[in-house]
């Protein structure tokens, strides 16, 4: 459920607003273009948004700035009392992931950013059905992500970051659970879901699926 993660995102919650900005020269590809990718998620929200993974709050803030009421999931308690600074009192960070929130609410929009790759394939898809069960009539998912169109430009990613140096980034491609675009569009229709693709930079798309 990602959970593995979670120590690597307290140890790394003090410099993630540096690394997404840019300033990580390892993951300057990866965080190209990460305000406008936040700003198109929280565009195509509406209603009560479930945020996965809320991070250090900079998704949320956007989600409430557009005038949407927000429960936001994040584990990693480090993580969380940035957000919470940065938040002021908003709204409070709920722990729990993809697999483990309040299911007894409902939701207009379920969203999430660089964070649905730490889910195997199969919990993906539990996941996935899971949503079927929270979104309204009309609701949506959006999630920006690490995802690749074939298992070929997967394995051409790690080649490549190994060959520019970049050992980091070339381990978590290798450890994480980053899968394909075909994958991702089998799991969302099987569960009936209307699902679209965007290409925001080398490694990160916007999903958009809206339940049928």
């Avoid at 209307?194 to 990160?204: D, L």
């Amino acid at each position: 459920m990602g959970r593995e993660f979670l120590n690597v995102f307290d140890e790394w919650a003090s410099s993630y607003d540096s690394t997404v900005g840019g300033n990580t020269i390892e993951y300057q590809e990866v965080f190209r273009g990460y305000q406008s990718i936040l700003e198109t998620v929280a565009e195509r929200s509406f209603g009560h948004v479930l945020e996965f993974g809320a991070g250090t709050g900079n998704l949320t803030d956007l989600l409430l700035r557009n005038g949407n009421k927000v429960t936001g999931i994040e584990p990693s308690p480090a993580m969380r009392k940035i957000a919470e600074g940065k938040l002021k009192g908003k709204m409070n960070l709920l722990d729990g992931d993809f697999l483990n929130y309040p299911d007894s609410l409902s939701f207009d929009t379920i969203v999430s950013t660089y964070a649905f790759h730490h889910l195997t394939d199969f919990e993906k898809n539990k996941a996935i059905a899971q949503y079927k069960v929270i979104l309204k009539a009309g609701g949506r998912i959006v999630f920006a992500d690490t995802m690749f169109q074939t298992k070929d430009d997967y394995n051409q990613a790690i080649k490549d970051a190994k060959l520019a140096g970049f050992p980091n980034l070339a381990k978590d491609l290798e450890t994480e659970y980053y899968t394909t675009i075909p994958v991702l569009r089998e799991l969302f229709e099987k569960n009936d879901y209307k699902v679209t693709f965007s290409r925001r930079n080398r490694y990160v798309w916007i999903l958009e699926a809206v339940s049928l």
